[in-house]
């Protein structure tokens, strides 16, 4: 049963897809996302911040013969949205032509047009006084942690999300979407020096979230072990990648086999490389945006097709590229969606640390030093010295480097990945014979 709301929208939709119809388009779509947020954060067990907000925007897109053009409005008052498709349709006149820029076939769109199945929404009613309950006990944890004496904030976040899709090809598109999020960060101090760190968890569902009590405790843990930090040795050594910092390595993955970065030559990648070992033959690399829960679930993609579980890295071979439906048609590959994407897992975490004499665990990293279009990677970076297999001491002021080529093929994987805390999910991720200076 169609809520009003969505009634009202599917009418807004209707009347600007006639609309641009009359214009002069060919083909179009048009589609209406709303938001709604609340936020509330916490510091030394005092409100600090505060906040609720509400958006909408509606995204217009059309085809005239094989040019495209689309623009996006954040009002639904007929004389704005006229407005809009009057400066679309005068501007895609003056474009050039590209057939690989159609839309797609009626026959090619998904069958399932809304993420129900998918369970990425679950609205859950809550108090104020529960969230300020909930992150003060989560920051009270936190600053009972020993040599704790400081906090950087306490917050909590949520939000709601529609989107309603309408084409002149055939497509309607419904999905609504929710998100939750606790983070807690926190100073140690010891013989006047300081450092920081946090813990966060994020979920589609309130009780899906990590416990405070735990968050709190893991902050306050790994703001103490940072303290006493000792310079890092320079040579080339093994470096192990917390989890969370892991997945920024398979980001720039995903950054470097996009049809997108093939399109503007910004990668070190080729369609050469395809079916050749990119990584270790221990590095299998999927993506499941049917999964259920997760943070970058959808039932479809953002052409209207059919979002399917892929296998890029096999065995280090690259399989395939990311590639959306005009980029697919230009490289002649296939439509490849890359949802809660992860790496297979290969060996334990002790195994990967065993053998470790001297080397590097990074537990952050700073700075933007990734050349996408070579490959080359120098970030600065803190963590632990390893030391015989076991973290040593803190380590800071350490820059890391070489080129992601290498450092895939060098790769390998920890069977410690237990839950998806963001889009990428990865384990502890091991890469030998990079250079720390």
Request: aromatic residues 6%.
């Amino acid at each position: 049963m169609k809520t009003k709301q969505v009634q009202a929208i599917e009418a807004i939709l209707e009347s600007t897809l006639d609309r641009l119809k009359k214009a002069g388009a060919d083909q179009a779509g048009v589609s209406y996302s709303t938001d709604e947020s609340r936020t509330l954060g916490l510091r030394f067990g005092k409100l600090e911040k505060m906040g609720a907000s509400n958006s909408m925007s509606i995204d217009l897109e059309a085809w005239i013969g094989n040019k495209y053009g689309a623009t996006s409005v954040i009002s639904a008052n007929p004389d704005d949205l006229n407005n809009a498709i009057t400066t679309m349709i005068a501007a895609i006149h003056t474009k050039n032509g590209d057939d690989f820029a159609l839309p797609a076939s009626p026959d090619q769109l998904s069958k399932v047009r809304d993420n129900r199945r998918l369970e990425i929404y679950n609205p859950s009613t809550i108090s104020q006084d529960s969230i300020i309950q909930i992150v003060r006990s989560m920051e009270e944890a936190a600053l009972n942690m020993p040599k704790i004496n400081n906090a950087g904030g306490a917050s909590f976040g949520q939000s709601k999300n529609l989107n309603v899709s309408l084409t002149s090809f055939g497509g309607y598109f419904h999905s609504r979407a929710t998100s939750y999020g606790l983070s807690v960060s926190v100073i140690a101090e010891e013989d006047g020096e300081m450092q920081s760190d946090h813990a966060s968890s994020s979920s589609r569902y309130l009780s899906g979230l990590e416990s405070p009590i735990a968050l709190g405790i893991l902050a306050g843990e790994r703001a103490a072990a940072n303290l006493n930090p000792q310079p890092g040795k320079s040579g080339h050594f093994p470096v192990v990648f917390h989890p969370d910092i892991a997945a920024s390595l398979l980001g720039h993955f995903t950054g470097a086999a996009s049809g997108g970065a093939l399109r503007s030559g910004q990668t070190f990648l080729s369609l050469d490389d395809l079916e050749k070992d990119l990584f270790s033959t221990s590095i299998t690399i999927k993506s499941n945006p049917l999964l259920k829960g997760g943070l970058a679930s959808c039932a479809y993609t953002g052409d209207g097709l059919a979002a399917t579980a892929e296998t890029f890295v096999e065995k280090g071979a690259l399989k395939g590229f990311f590639m959306g439906l005009e980029n697919s048609r230009r490289f002649n590959q296939p439509v490849m969606s890359g949802g809660n994407l992860t790496i297979e897992p290969d060996m334990s975490y002790q195994d990967m640390m065993a053998d470790i004499k001297d080397g590097l665990y990074v537990t952050s990293l700073m700075g933007q030093g990734v050349n996408m279009t070579n490959g080359n990677y120098s970030r600065s970076a803190k963590g632990f010295w390893i030391k015989d297999g076991k973290i040593d001491h803190a380590v800071k002021g350490v820059t890391i480097a070489g080129n992601l080529r290498d450092m895939f093929k060098n790769m390998v994987a920890a069977d410690d990945l237990n839950r998806f805390k963001s889009q990428i999910a990865t384990p502890h991720l091991r890469v030998d014979g990079m250079t720390l200076a």
